[in-house]
């Protein structure tokens, strides 16, 4: 009896006491401004500044901007929603202090506050002000929403926190990885071309201004490269703004990546911002606004369709080579056998080495 109570009550605390906190432990959760904030289950996140406000709504795995709709960095938006939720309490100032001559929530930029934040976890919202920084330490005033004293934090979190929507977009140009196309047409005013992709053989070939065969490898690293360009700046946002003045009423470049005949995405791109020649203007179809964008984009695209070409003079896999037939002064053929060699016909009694015609069949190819 006595070995089953101690057995008890080493289970009981392998799974239940071993797993509490410590007394420290419990000290800091007790002066956790958030402790039920969990970064993981917070759908909904809105920040209103004296810029502006900035609005993010999670949409299944990842993060969306509003008003306007822009695809965010869900890793920075993550990663600052896990700093507010580890958020401490330093000090307090009560209610009573605050209706002092010498302190107020003007004084602590509180009335108005230098930003309110709205933080929604399904059915539940955590709402706080912030103010200026404390006079010692790198600490600031906040106030949660309906409480009457103010608390006194740390403020590194604060420092990442977006200031305009901007700094919340996702800087990348192009997410080629979502979307399905088998042509890229690209088209200026000297010079036009378009390829088409063979899923069969995973091979290009060129089908405008003459059909050919196409450097598959060239191509590749081209749209590899276009997905690293980041955005340098957001121009503006609205979707009827005047094209002439960025040079996209008529653009300089129109990039189209088609699924057959329709297009999926089309990138344009028009003139140098003024004092930046090695800026472009750019529009997508796929994201509202017009964005600036480095010049390497046009350098990357707007080549010859010569350069495109596949300069091998014979294509094809020599792994299923069958026969190789010789017609100069003296005529043969070279035939795979159903054992995996070669014979050579008419003479099926000469023997043929397996590595030398395996290595005539690469050096042809």
Known sequence: MLMAAAAGLLGYILLFERHQPDTVQRQELARRLFPELNATLV????????N?????????????????????????????????????????????????????????????????????????KFQFRIGTRAPLGERL??????????DITDCQPFQRMPRRPGDWRDPALLKLSEVRFDRLHLRTAAREYEVQHDPVRRSWRLVRPRPARADAGRIEQMLAELQTVQVT????????????PYGLQ??????????????????????????????????????????????????????????????????????????????????????????????MEPAPEMPVDSALMQEFLKQLR
């Open 43 to 50: 759908t909904r996140v809105s920040i209103l500044t004296t």
């Open 250 to 343: 008529a653009p300089e470049v129109t990039l189209a990546f088609r699924q057959g005949t329709n297009a999926v995405l089309t990138l344009e791109l028009g003139r140098s911002p003024t004092n930046a020649a090695e800026q472009l203007y750019a529009r997508r179809s796929s994201l509202p606004g017009i964005v600036i964008v480095p010049r390497q984009v046009r350098d990357l695209v707007a080549v010859p369709y010569t350069e495109l070409l596949d300069y091998q003079l014979l294509d094809f896999p020599v792994e299923t080579a069958q026969s190789v037939e010789v017609c100069a002064d003296e005529k043969f053929t070279l035939r795979r056998q159903p054992t995996g060699g070669w014979g």
């Open 141 to 150: 005033y906040l106030q949660t929403v309906g409480a009457t004293d103010v």
């Open 52 to 124: 502006g406000s900035v609005q993010a709504e999670r949409q299944g795995n990842r993060w969306q901007l509003l008003e306007p709709r822009y695809p965010a960095r869900g890793q920075y938006i993550d990663e600052w929603l896990d700093s507010v939720s580890q958020l401490v309490r330093r000090a307090r100032i009560n209610a009573e202090e605050l209706s002092g001559p010498t302190v107020n929530l003007a004084l602590l930029g509180l009335d108005p506050p230098r930003a309110s934040v709205t933080i929604e976890q399904g059915t539940r």
């Open 233 to 244: 700046q957001f121009a503006e946002d609205f979707p009827t703004a005047d094209l002439e």
